[in-house]
């Protein structure tokens, strides 16, 4: 599965935010949660149509889709020379889908901070520059090698290689992530196998106190400007509020949540905004023995959503009866939603949509 690794300095909240939303109590209770290592976490994906497929359909059991959450600690300044255990967690890095870089926006005398006082662009820069110069060692490397063939050859996967790599070199020397180099498809495709940390998509979650979650503080104002620029998402999420939050019992939950004015936990709004991250999209199976939600690439075909439950599924497709959650929604029932016209069947070229809730046909 797709995952999201959790990056930021010592000390802003990564392990507390990992740990609540990994923890038993907020995960589904009929869902079989685990944890895979200690740093690796598998979180399932709130969804509401889910429920409401269930209500109308009543099915035995209900099981909601799940994405990856990897806890990644130690990320020092420095990191990218080697300082702390810095190459290591660099790896970690280079190994996840999607970056959420947690920034530390309260203050507490209590909790130290690596960097003498808290400044969360000062702190976003000291992260970004070391996944950057990471990315720059990696490419400068490659780069040479590259150069060297080139002039011999005139291979065109060669030529277009040293081509990528002048590209990223152009933009990680003036100080910009890879993801915004201007790179013809064949180009990204071969800088793909780099696994460049600041291609990745990345979103910031500013870890707020109580005081500053609805109404954002001078320190949110700074992120989400910087993120502004970068076009990034910012998630404003208190850590240490969340990690309560986890432990409740639902009832007293959806109580507590209340109370504070607030209509989910932030660790929904984190999970969903890793899902858009990611360019995930959710479909649904229904049947009275099983309700379930699966995850899929947007742009996905009927045979490759099929091939996420079974491989044989996508070998052997035929067709996939298909139709919208929400005409469920608005009609009450299967029945209804086919006697308005709206079951469709669907081909080997359709491209499931977002809420879409498919029966599949195929040979076996
Ligand atoms: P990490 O090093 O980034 O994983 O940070 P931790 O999650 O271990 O948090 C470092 C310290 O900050 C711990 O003492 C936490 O209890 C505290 N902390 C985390 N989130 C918050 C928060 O939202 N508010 C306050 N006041 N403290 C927090």
Redesign the pocket.
Known sequence: PLNCGIV???????????NALTSAKAQAANYPFCTIDPNTGVVTVPDERLTKISELIQPKSLVPTTMEFI?I?GLVEGASKGEGLGNQFLGHIRATDAICH?VRC?D?P??VHVAGGVNPLHDIDIINTELLLADLDTVEKRNTKVEKLAKNTSDHKIKTEASAMHKLLAVLNAGKPARTADLTDEERIIARELFLITSKPQLYVA???ESGLIKGNAYTADVEKRAAEEGAQVVRI????EAEIAQLEPAERDEFLKDMGLSEPGLNRLIHSAYRLLDLITYFTAGVQEVRAWTIKRGTKAPGAAGVIHSDFEKGFIKADCYASDDLFTYGSEQAVKEKGLLRSEGKEYVVKDGDILFFKFNV
């Open positions: 930021g300095l010592p000390n802003v909240g990564k392990s507390t935010i990992f806890d600690a947690v309260f507490d209590e909790v870890n707020v106190d208190c850590g240490a509020m």
